[in-house]
Structure formats: C-alpha cells, structure tokens
Nanobody, 129 residues
Framework: QVQLVESGGGLVQAGGSLRLSCAAS????????LGWFRQAPGKEREFVVGISWSGAVTHSADSVKGRYTIHRDNAKNTMFLQMDSLKPEDTAVYYCAATNTGWAHPDRVVRHRNEYDYWGQGTQVTVSS
C-alpha cells in the first residue's frame, strides 16, 4: 500500500513558476510508475506528465510540453513537478498518482488514469492573469 502526499501548490501570477512535490508517506516508489494529473472545475481529470520507475522515460501532455518537468528521487520516495511559464489555464487541482508496473517494465510510462491505483489528496494551483 502506498500513501501519497502532495505539497507545493499555491497562487502565482501568469509567467511564474511553482514546484510540486509528492511523497510516499507509507511504502516505496521502487517499481512504481508515477504521474501528475489535474482537474479544473467542471472538467475531467486529465493526464499532465508521467515518469517511469527507472526515471529514464517521461511523457508530457502537449499542453505542458516545454514548460513542465518531472523527476523523481527513488531513494527519498519523492517525485517533483517543476512548472514554469504558468498560464491561467493551468489553474486546477493537481494530483499525483502511482501504479506498480513491476521489475520487468522499468521504462514504462502510464498515461491513463484508470491504470493508476494510488492517488494523493490533491493540491490547488491557481494562476492569475
């Protein structure tokens, strides 16, 4: 069982930056693919960026490519999302998620929310214009 805790959300002006963290409060990230999703009011939860458990492979949604960077520190069971050049349309609750892809798939990135087994409680990101 993995429990996820996000932190780092807040209010920022357009063009600014924020860094989100996701930590495993119980368990380990060792063979877990990780991802960030977001949900704006009235919209479905959408994939933002994901990373394989090896950390070698990432995949980003087109809307955030070149602006968001994901990385992980497996020794500290922590994942980070660096968000730069933020836009008002990035405003949403951001969730981290984890799923065990096993030792045989170190470079697999999971993009579909239904494939994730564990979720954090979410952290609000608000970008003002």
């Amino acid at each position: 069982q993995v429990q996820l805790v996000e932190s780092g959300g807040g209010l920022v002006q357009a063009g600014g930056s924020l860094r989100l963290s996701c930590a495993a409060s119980d368990g380990t990230f060792s063979t877990y693919a990780l991802g960030w999703f977001r949900q704006a009011p009235g919209k479905e939860r959408e994939f933002v960026v994901g990373i394989s458990w090896s950390g070698a492979v990432t995949h980003s949604a087109d809307s955030v490519k070149g602006r968001y960077t994901i990385h992980r520190d497996n020794a500290k069971n922590t994942m980070f999302l660096q968000m730069d050049s933020l836009k008002p349309e990035d405003t949403a609750v951001y969730y981290c998620a984890a799923t065990n892809t096993g030792w045989a798939h170190p470079d697999r990135v999971v993009r579909h929310r239904n494939e994730y087994d564990y979720w954090g409680q979410g952290t609000q990101v608000t970008v003002s214009s």
